[in-house]
DNA sequence: CGAATGACCAAGC
DNA sequence: GGCTTGGCCATTC
């Protein structure tokens, strides 16, 4: 599996997303810097953009703990679907990533 | 093929 | 203390 194309960033944010399990969060830096590359947090944020939305992308959040502005329906129809996931949010929008923040070893 | 974008992050004022 | 600007790196049109 020697994917010497840059394609492979596109690829292990699918891997890493898909890796999320549910109740938990991840913030695109993070992922991003498992990826290789820890400054491309906007990088992710693009693949999912453009990527498939068959991955749970509701459990990928910004650093600050704040929801996604691009995703589909706005923060708003973020915050339901990590209601859906069993994520609840406070008034400020924004979720508990201190401890619900998912650490990969 | 080249240029612009982009679901971010961090620092500065 | 909250908002603005710049930088960043890979993908997309």
Do not use: N
């Amino acid at each position: 599996m020697s994917r010497d194309i840059d394609s492979e960033f596109k690829d292990r944010v699918y891997a890493i997303v898909a890796q999320i399990p549910a109740g938990r969060l991840m913030t695109y830096g993070q992922i991003a810097a498992l990826c290789g590359s820890p400054r491309a947090a906007r990088i992710v944020g693009g693949v999912a953009h453009y990527g498939p939305t068959d991955l749970p992308w509701q459990r990928v959040v910004k650093k600050d703990g704040s929801l996604a502005e691009g995703f589909p329906g706005g923060i708003e129809g973020h915050r339901q679907a990590l209601a859906a996931e069993g994520i609840e949010t406070d008034d400020e929008l924004r979720v508990d990533i201190k401890s619900l923040i998912y650490f990969i070893k």
